[in-house]
């Protein structure tokens, strides 16, 4: 079993960052793609990016191209999720995932940009 919990979220004002982290436990983390999802207000689960096992290749939906980084620390279990000039449209909550199809979700952590 995998539990993932998600942390860092809160208010900024647009043009802000955050970071957000998912630290996880349970099973081999190391050699796991590992995802992050978000979900607005009435609005469908949507995929923000992933990160290989390494770290060496990463994946992005193309509204936070250019604007978020994934990067993980394998040895502490953790991923990062690190948004810069943040917009309003990014408000969600945004959630980790692993496994095979996405079978592990965290319980999502909630971030709000105000205009």
């Known amino acids: 079993q995998v539990r993932l919990v998600e942390s860092g979220g809160g208010l900024v004002q647009a043009g802000g960052s955050l970071r957000l982290s998912c630290a996880a436990s349970?099973?081999?983390?190391?050699?796991?793609?590992m995802g992050w999802f978000r979900q607005a207000p009435g609005k469908e689960r949507e995929f923000v990016g992933h990160i290989n096992w390494s770290g060496g290749s990463t994946a992005y939906a193309d509204s936070v191209k250019g604007r978020f980084t994934i990067s993980r620390d394998n040895a502490k279990k953790m991923v990062y999720l690190q948004m810069n000039s943040l917009k309003p449209e990014d408000t969600a909550v945004y959630y980790c995932?692993?496994?095979?199809?996405?079978?592990?979700w965290g319980q999502g952590t909630q971030v709000t940009v105000s205009s």
């Open positions: 349970g099973r081999t983390f190391s050699s796991d793609f």
């Open positions: 995932t692993s496994g095979a199809g996405w079978r592990y």
